[in-house]
């Protein structure tokens, strides 16, 4: 792994920022990386890692744009995870979801909620 940031002249510190961790951090996960130790890595730096082993001609800018592009993914993951967090912390919705399965099974919960979903869309789109 060492060998392959070095040809791609790409510095542990540069790497750092760009993932949001300490040098140190970072160093540990890459021992950890090179120990196959992988529970103990965070996953965002774990793709990384694998991306960069992975791909033979990977560039640095390449590594960049891969994490630039999980970054986003993080961000739209965002708003998912504070739903299901409101969701989670609200009594009520989650015995009303719970009995909703057990009735008519996860499928039928999760269709029901896509369709809902696509009609609160259209509605706000035709709205605007």
């Known amino acids: 792994m060492r060998t392959k940031l070095k040809s791609l002249e790409l510095r542990l510190t540069e790497l750092s920022t ?4 300490s ?4 160093y540990k996960f890459l021992d950890d990386y090179e120990k196959k130790e992988f529970k103990n ?4 730096v774990k793709v990384i890692f694998d ?3 992975q791909k033979s001609t990977t560039s640095k800018i390449e ?14 993951h965002g708003s998912v ?3 299901i967090e409101k969701l989670r912390a609200d009594s009520d919705t989650l ?3 719970n ?15 896509q369709k809902s979903l696509k009609k609160i869309i259209k509605e706000k789109t035709n709205n605007d």
Do not use: C, H, W
């Open 18 to 21: 760009y993932l949001g961790f």
């Open 23 to 26: 040098r140190p951090t970072l």
């Open 41 to 44: 890595i965070d996953f965002k």
């Open 51 to 53: 991306y960069i082993m």
């Open 63 to 76: 590594v960049i744009n891969k994490i630039i592009e999980l970054n986003r993914q993080n961000e739209s």
């Open 81 to 83: 995870d504070n739903l």
């Open 95 to 97: 015995q009303l979801i």
């Open 99 to 113: 009995s909703a399965i057990e009735q008519v099974g996860v499928e039928s919960v999760i269709l029901s909620f």
